[in-house]
């Protein structure tokens, strides 16, 4: 029987790990956030963004950048919760993996949804019970090889 407590976080950290890595392959929303510099020039990690300058926030490419993830390919979800993995990235380029704009597919702060506990919480229940009741595995006339192999359309309608 499936409890409100099998949900927690401290019940369930791989069904967190194997949510977050599928956000990580296909992200929630398939846009980009752009923002127009009006400030000023600013700085980031030796970076000029100068005034008046467009910046692209596009998390579909962070997630597949083999320079931020290794093995961005594969799908596992032990990146996110093996301590080595996640200490490794503290004061790379990765780190941003860690940031909580880009872990959270419902964004983060007081502008964050407020349905979004609703959804992580249909997801886990949904995904649990599915493999409760379902034996799932790959069709073995072995045209899916990995993820890629896969239809996706990651749409608005």
């Not at 992200?27 to 000023?40: I, S």
């Not at 979004?116 to 799932?136: C, F, G, T």
């Amino acid at each position: 029987v499936l409890t409100e407590e099998c949900f927690s976080k401290s019940n369930s950290v791989y069904l967190n790990a194997v949510l977050r890595e599928n956000h990580r392959i296909t992200p929630a929303v398939g846009l980009n956030l752009a923002k127009e510099n009006v400030t000023g020039e600013v700085k980031i990690h030796g970076e000029t963004i100068p005034k008046q300058s467009m910046c692209l926030l596009d998390t579909r490419s962070i997630g597949m950048d083999p320079d931020i993830v290794p093995n961005p390919d594969k799908f596992d979800p032990t990146r996110w919760i093996d301590e080595d993995q996640v200490m490794g990235r503290k004061g790379t380029p990765a780190q941003v993996l860690d940031h909580p704009l880009y872990r959270e597919p419902f964004s983060a702060g007081a502008r964050k949804c407020p349905g979004s506990r609703v959804a992580n919480y249909e997801a886990k229940v949904l995904l649990s019970q599915l493999v409760l009741d379902w034996k799932i595995s790959f069709a073995e006339d072995g045209k899916v090889k990995s993820w890629r192999d896969v239809p996706y359309y990651n749409g608005l309608s």
